[in-house]
């Protein structure tokens, strides 16, 4: 009988466990084409626990750390799929923060819970016990655009790839890069679906001629972008709304005369490994080819060259170390001959830097690099010494941009190469370095600072909003752009601006490379823009309105 309390214990506490257990809840709602209204059957519904959430339904996300608890375990999605008539049912779901996705072919996703930036979806709270019903997706359809590629005859061509390119923004510019493409067929047509909404370029690449096949004044189809042009700065732009099914693309497209190249690879006796390489570069980004030269006196002849802008690359080995070189060549329909191209092995790049004005900001704290824009390429990043002296090393013939980095509250001042300022444009090495020529690098330490707040139009503050700050006056290179992101309280602080003229802006989510690179980007959004002059150790405060970006990056 003694033992009966402590065979009741068991019992007693799961009973105390199932009473503390919360209530399930359950979630419907319904799926709507975003274009139509329709209903829109078969989506698949996938809701995930928000592992970063608070433990309160309704309370702001924040991360276990946060919270001062382990992070919970990954619990399993739970799924499911709309109806007939769009309609979907969750039932039994534990209460907290969820991620709703919505999927279904033909449509683009739509998230809810997930961040990006300051923009946001709502994330799905459910509480306990909680019958919450009437959600509406709304999903926005895929579009298309079709059409046909003729000879001037009017005969199909088939087998040619045409992509619908958009613009995208890196560290380097802007280059168009393939969204979807699809393959013409026997009668010439083409289509390519599953398009987002947005503005897209048609660009028709043929097959033409390899490079390098010994075939001599022959005619080729060249790349084409719509509406007939073989330049990307001049196609027309094509602006495609949700489920809009773009027809009659059509294309005419001429042979044209590809031309043929001949040189030489000038070496020395004895150098191995000798190779002729062209690189062809365009709004689309670049590509490159090369081979091995058979010829000992480093003779060349590349056939099927098309009309544009290429880089022609030569280069050979010499007791272990490689030569390079690069030469610019505008092409057009007629031959080119008598190229000779002299590599050079990498070049050593020095120069001073100097810091005017009192700064803690150490010399050797500071970086710098050298980026090619028509490159992949990047040569080292030369580390500042104690003295102000910098060596970049193992530089190719190139044309390069300079990249100061680390540089906390300091700015770019001037940079000279030799006694010409290119503080706003390249470093040209196409021809070496000229005997006696070094950087001279200035940094200011009377920059100014900018800080202040981003809000909603509920004159709510904004978390992770992104601040761009743009120049206007006279230095409109890469290092007088500034970005920043906003807390929590929707705070931000910029420093180091070098002194001139600004706009500021202050966005829900933004592409910075976009910002810096395309003033069409920027040109709706300029009215919303705040006007800045920064003079020498200026401080200014600013409370920004969130701009939300309409636009498809």
Do not use: C
């Not at 060259?305 to 490689?322: D, E, F, I, M, N």
């Not at 092995?345 to 500071?366: F, N, S």
């Not at 090495?429 to 200035?442: D, F, R, S, Y």
């Not at 602080?493 to 976009?514: E, M, Q, R």
């Amino acid at each position: 009988m003694r033992l009966a309390p402590f065979l009741l214990a068991p019992a007693l506490l799961l009973g105390q466990s199932q009473q503390t257990a919360p209530e399930k809840a359950t979630f419907e709602g319904q799926v709507f084409n975003a274009t139509t209204g329709e209903p829109v059957r078969k989506v698949q519904l996938v809701l995930r626990l928000n592992v970063a959430a608070a433990g309160s339904p309704g309370e702001a996300p924040r991360s276990p750390q946060q919270q001062g608890q382990a992070p919970r375990p990954a619990n399993p999605p739970i799924t499911a799929t709309s109806d007939l008539t769009g309609k979907f049912l969750f039932e039994h779901v534990d209460p907290g923060n969820y991620q709703l996705t919505a999927r279904r072919d033909g449509y683009v996703n739509a998230q809810f819970g997930v961040k990006n930036g300051a923009a946001s979806q709502d994330a799905v709270i459910l509480g306990p016990g909680d019958r919450k019903t009437g959600f509406q997706i709304k999903l926005t359809p895929y579009g298309a655009v079709s059409g046909r590629i003729a000879e001037e005859d009017g005969d199909p061509i088939r087998n040619l790839q045409v992509g619908a390119m958009q613009y995208r923004y890196t560290s380097k510019g802007r280059e168009l890069v393939e969204n979807r493409a699809a393959t013409t067929n026997d009668l010439g047509e083409y289509r390519i679906f599953d398009l987002a909404p947005g503005k897209y370029y048609l660009k028709v690449s043929p097959r033409g001629l390899r490079v390098n096949q010994n075939v001599e004044d022959a005619d080729a189809f060249a790349i084409t972008y719509y509406p007939g042009v073989q330049e990307a700065s001049n196609a027309g732009g094509l602006e495609l709304t949700g489920g809009q099914q773009l027809t009659n693309l059509n294309l005419t497209l001429r042979k044209m005369r590809f031309a043929t190249l001949r040189g030489k690879v000038i070496a020395p006796q004895g150098a191995t490994g000798l190779s002729i390489g062209m690189m062809v570069v365009t709004d689309s980004g670049s590509s490159s080819s090369s081979n091995n030269l058979d010829d000992k006196d480093g003779k060349f002849a590349l056939f099927g060259v098309s009309p544009g802008l290429v880089y022609l690359l030569g280069s050979y080995t010499v007791a272990g170390q490689r030569y390079q070189s690069q030469m610019p060549l505008q092409v057009g329909s007629s031959d080119i001959s008598g190229i000779e191209l002299r590599p050079m092995p990498p070049m050593e790049v020095t120069g001073k830097v100097r810091i005017d004005g009192t700064t803690d900001v150490q010399l050797t704290q500071l970086q710098l690099s050298l980026q090619a824009p028509n490159r992949n390429y990047t040569p080292e990043t030369g580390a500042v010494k104690e003295d102000g002296g910098l060596v970049f090393r193992n530089v190719d013939q190139n044309v390069y941009r300079m990249n100061p980095n680390r540089l906390r509250t300091l700015y770019l001042k001037s940079v000279h190469w030799g006694t010409t300022d290119i503080t706003d444009s390249e470093l040209d090495l196409m021809n070496g370095v000229p005997a006696n020529t070094e950087l001279a690098i200035v940094l200011g330490s009377d920059g100014g600072t900018i800080e202040g707040a981003v809000k909603n139009e509920k004159e709510e503050p904004v978390d992770a909003a992104t601040v761009t700050l743009v120049p206007t006056g006279t230095h409109r290179s890469r290092p007088f752009y500034k970005t920043a992101t906003t807390n929590a309280a929707g705070h931000f602080t910029i420093g180091g601006i070098a002194p001139g003229s600004y706009k500021l802006f202050g966005w829900d989510s933004v592409n910075p490379n976009a910002v810096m690179f395309d003033p069409d980007f920027l040109q709706p959004y300029d009215s919303a823009a705040q006007k800045v002059e920064v003079v020498p150790n200026d401080k200014r405060s600013f409370d920004l309105k969130l701009i939300i970006n309409k636009q498809t990056q």
